[in-house]
């Protein structure tokens, strides 16, 4: 591959913040080679850009371009990777040190802010997978909530054989 097109989103929703990324690789046709959209955790936007180009570029170095166009939907973010501006907390410089150390690995790179509609795809892959999280979450939630309401019901002997079959269970697991 000669040239490799990346287009990212971060976001973060809800207080405290959840954080996902999207990443979508495609080569200069427009061809999508590959696409992720995970969640990290809590975390602030602006780790979840640099951290959806750091996803992106690991993506694209598989492919070993001659060159990598990265797409980003923040300005504030592109304008730091490209040295206009530097970023002031601790945690963003060491960030901002780790994609200049993966586009590096490119002999030719370019960083370019873009309106919000052209990181539409990684964005929705970000959303989804923040989504898809909320809902195991509230399934889990319920879940346990059912699981309470029933061990209120059981004898001594049957909160006893039901410890013994939950230890089981996670001793499989390790």
Request: hydrophobic share 40%.
């Amino acid at each position: 591959m000669r040239k490799l097109v990346l287009t990212v989103s971060g976001i973060a929703r809800g207080d405290p913040a959840q954080a996902a990324i999207g990443v979508v690789l495609a080569d200069k046709q427009g061809k999508v080679l590959a696409h992720i959209g995970k969640t990290l955790g809590k975390g602030s936007q602006e780790t979840a850009e640099y951290k959806a180009i750091l996803e992106g570029l690991r993506l694209a170095a598989q492919y070993q371009p001659e060159e990598v166009v990265v797409f980003v939907d923040s300005q504030q973010i592109a304008n730091q990777i490209l040295g206009v501006l530097p970023p002031r907390e601790p945690a963003l410089q060491y960030l901002n040190r780790q994609v200049q150390d993966g586009l590096r690995q490119f002999p030719r790179w370019r960083v370019s802010y873009v309106d919000q509609d052209v990181c539409r795809v990684a964005r929705r892959l970000a959303e989804q997978a923040l989504y898809e999280e909320r809902q195991v979450e509230r399934e889990r939630s319920l879940l346990r909530q059912e699981i309470l309401s029933a061990l209120d019901l059981l004898s001594l002997d049957e909160l006893r054989r039901t410890l013994s079959f939950l230890q089981s269970l996670q001793a499989t697991r390790s």
